[in-house]
């Protein structure tokens, strides 16, 4: 299978060192694109700058060439203002010339005041201010009628005019989606073509297992996306593997409460399957057999999207870093079960 980014819906309030798991995942993967979702209000706020943690720790996140940062604007199924929705994204694009003002004048106070030696924070990442490299647009419409099609048109032109000619060379040299859209299910071709990057899934396992089998999913030739490094592969197919491994970039899934055995637990394959049946906990095994689920369900999700996001919490999974964070991240970015394809 060809590399896959991480997305990271990072509702997490960034208090010192609140984001260490994320910066320690994002330093050992640094092959791996980590697309991160940053939500200070719900939204950007009103404010032209928001509060001094996230004017610490964002410049600190876009520090890593591995990582794209995006700005959260919420549309309700755009029912919401088109006007307001256009502000939250001017409030974030204009956030790079606030901080510069902002850093500015607090460099002049530390020059009055002749301090010795600033908080290490205010010395790192000066030359990366505050900013975000695209927009996820949540709770998008999955119809395709003319309003909803107007709606999101300029949302895309406004986004592309703001980010688009300032793109960073996202390590490992790979694309990034300027505009992702979050209707948390597979939207028409009409909707779809108006995002870089579409969360066709947002649910449970449970019911990412049925939507598999019932093809929801399949990519556009009927199967998933291979590494096309198979030589005895049909040429004729050639057409309809491109067709899959594009349409395989443009999506992303979102799957939670994974049930898996618990980190530290010793269990089985039947524990794990059928964690009430009587008896089964006592059967000690290998935490390998954790690790076979995770490899598995990573495996089922980076064939039918190049973007993922999967933990086994059931409640709060944006506001908090799972038991098994780095274990999820370390799979998809290690390559345990996906080739790198040299193409993508």
Request: hydrophobic share 40%.
């Amino acid at each position: 299978m060809p590399s896959s980014a991480i997305l990271v819906p990072l509702y997490i309030y960034p208090l010192l060192g609140a984001w260490n798991p994320l910066y320690e995942v994002i330093e050992a993967n640094p092959t791996t694109q980590f697309q991160v979702v940053i939500n200070p209000h719900n939204g950007p706020g009103a404010t032209p700058l928001p509060d001094s943690n996230y004017c610490r720790e964002i410049p600190k996140l876009r520090s890593h060439p591995n990582v794209v940062v995006y700005g959260y604007v919420n549309v309700v199924w755009a029912t919401r203002d088109l006007d307001e929705v256009c502000k939250d994204v001017e409030i974030y694009a204009a956030w790079p010339q606030h901080w510069h003002h902002h850093h500015h004048d607090q460099m002049n106070l530390q020059t009055q005041h002749d301090t010795k030696q600033a908080p290490q924070h205010q010395d790192q990442n000066v030359s990366v201010p505050i900013g975000i490299d695209g927009v996820f647009v949540d709770e998008t419409p999955i119809d395709a009628g003319d309003h909803e099609k107007k709606f999101l048109g300029t949302l895309k032109t406004l986004v592309e005019s703001h980010f688009g000619a300032k793109k960073k060379a996202a390590a490992p040299g790979q694309k990034y989606p300027l505009i992702i859209h979050n209707p948390g299910c597979m939207p028409p071709p009409a909707i779809r073509e108006l995002a870089d990057l579409t969360v066709v899934f947002e649910d449970t396992y449970a019911v990412f297992l049925q939507r598999l089998a019932q093809g929801v999913l399949a990519l556009p030739n009927g199967t998933v996306a291979s590494a096309g490094n198979d030589e005895a592969e049909d040429e004729c197919n050639d057409t309809d593997t491109d067709a899959a491994k594009q349409e395989r970039l443009r999506r992303a899934v979102v799957i939670h409460s994974v049930p898996l055995p618990d980190i530290d637990a010793a269990t089985n394959l039947t524990a794990a399957q059928h964690p009430l049946v009587p008896g089964s906990n006592a059967t000690i095994a290998s935490q390998e057999v954790r690790a076979e689920l995770v490899r598995d369900l990573v495996r089922n999700a980076t064939e039918v999207a190049g973007t993922v996001f999967i933990t086994e919490l059931s409640s709060g999974f944006y506001e908090t870093f799972s038991r098994g964070w780095r274990e999820w991240a370390g799979v998809i970015g290690s390559g345990t079960v996906a080739d790198d394809d040299a193409d993508e």
